[in-house]
Nanobody
Framework: VQLQASGGGPVQAGGSLRLSCLASGRTFSSYTTGWFRQAPGKEREFVAGIGYNGVTYYAEFVEGRFTISRAGAKNTVYLQMNSLKPEDTALYYC?????????????????WGQGTQVTISS
């Protein structure tokens, strides 16, 4: 599966963004899909995931601010981000995994999109 992430941009603190991840080749319904982020000088970290069965899970730092969802056609996964903070600034990636067990480990995800930059100003 090939992935294309979009929707990033500059936003003021407290604002919202919706990231999109478009899949080609296969639908997301066969995979676990995740969003990760990487800030300069930091390791890539898990943000949110949605399993092939639609079950969602999040990193603790999300604190209810983000929502991952999958479009009805199941070839697009979204990450709705609200109440954004400057510390959310990072390059955001979507990725897919053939694992049927929920995972937050980047090495478990075999396909990655190119990343979309999110910049939050205070």
């Amino acid at each position: 599966v090939q992935l294309q992430a979009s929707g990033g941009g500059p936003v003021q603190a407290g604002g919202s963004l919706r990231l999109s991840c478009l899949a080609s080749g296969r639908t997301f319904s066969s995979y676990t899909t995740g969003w990760f982020r990487q800030a300069p000088g930091k390791e890539r970290e898990f943000v949110a995931g949605i399993g092939y069965n639609g079950v969602t899970y999040y990193a603790e730092f999300v604190e209810g601010r983000f929502t991952i969802s999958r479009a009805g056609a199941k070839n697009t996964v979204y990450l709705q981000m609200n109440s954004l903070k400057p510390e959310d600034t990072a390059l955001y990636y979507c990725a897919s995994s053939e694992s049927i067990v929920r995972t937050t480990i980047p090495a478990d995800f075999g396909s990655w999109g190119q990343g979309t930059q999110v910049t939050i100003s205070s």
